[in-house]
């Protein structure tokens, strides 16, 4: 009887030992992203006339579907520094004030990530939609001549990119995409350069 509550209690242990050591192994398919980067805007007449390039940083959630496919959504805020060398050197002030704001966009989207390969470095595609509300900055010389009025705009956009990855450990990545960003109605070209963390949870 007691040898076979051993025996019992041993294939017990040997059974949470296997099971333990498979969760252990198995990676989560769960990223939290974190994101920083740039934002070149071609679009001299368009929403942001009289901005510089942008900076921005963002935070977000990545589920992997397989090792090829990854669908993620993401939150981010991007300043627009107001370029008053560009305005002053295309339209001189001829002594009058210049009144000048930055411009902030606070952006929400969804996507999808397709690896061509599979590895510790791995080169991929990226698509993504979404929409920013864009509060643009005042810019003037002296009251009333206003060149562009300070206004909040809601604008969906859709994306693609190139980029690549690389593993820096078995849970952190970091990538490197740059992306071409076109917005719904208004005409305007955003090139976005973005590096993100991606630390499984």
């Known amino acids: 009887m007691l040898a076979a509550r051993i025996f019992g209690m041993g294939l017990i242990n040997l059974f949470l030992t296997i099971l333990g050591g498979q969760i252990l192994a198995q990676e989560s398919r769960t990223h939290l992203t974190v994101s920083g980067g740039l934002t070149i805007v071609d679009n001299v007449k368009g929403i942001h006339r009289y901005s510089r390039t942008g900076w921005g940083v963002g935070i977000g959630i990545a589920r992997d579907i397989n090792v090829f496919v990854q669908l993620s ?102 990538s490197l995409t740059a992306s071409i960003e076109t917005p719904f109605v208004v005409k305007a070209v955003a090139v976005p350069i973005t590096s993100r963390w991606h630390v499984r949870l």
């Open 73 to 174: 959504g993401e939150v981010s805020f991007h300043r627009f520094p107001f370029d008053r060398e560009s305005l002053e050197s295309s339209m001189p002030s001829l002594g009058r004030t210049v009144i000048g704001e930055n411009s902030n966009m606070y952006q929400a989207s969804v996507g999808a990530r397709f690896a061509f390969v599979r590895g510790s470095v791995r080169p991929f595609l990226s698509v993504r939609g979404g929409a920013f509300m864009l509060n643009s900055g005042l810019v003037a010389y002296e009251k009333p001549y206003v060149l562009r009025s300070g206004e909040t705009s809601l604008i969906g956009f859709v994306s693609i990119g190139f980029g690549i990855e690389s593993a820096i450990s078995s849970n952190i990545s970091l």
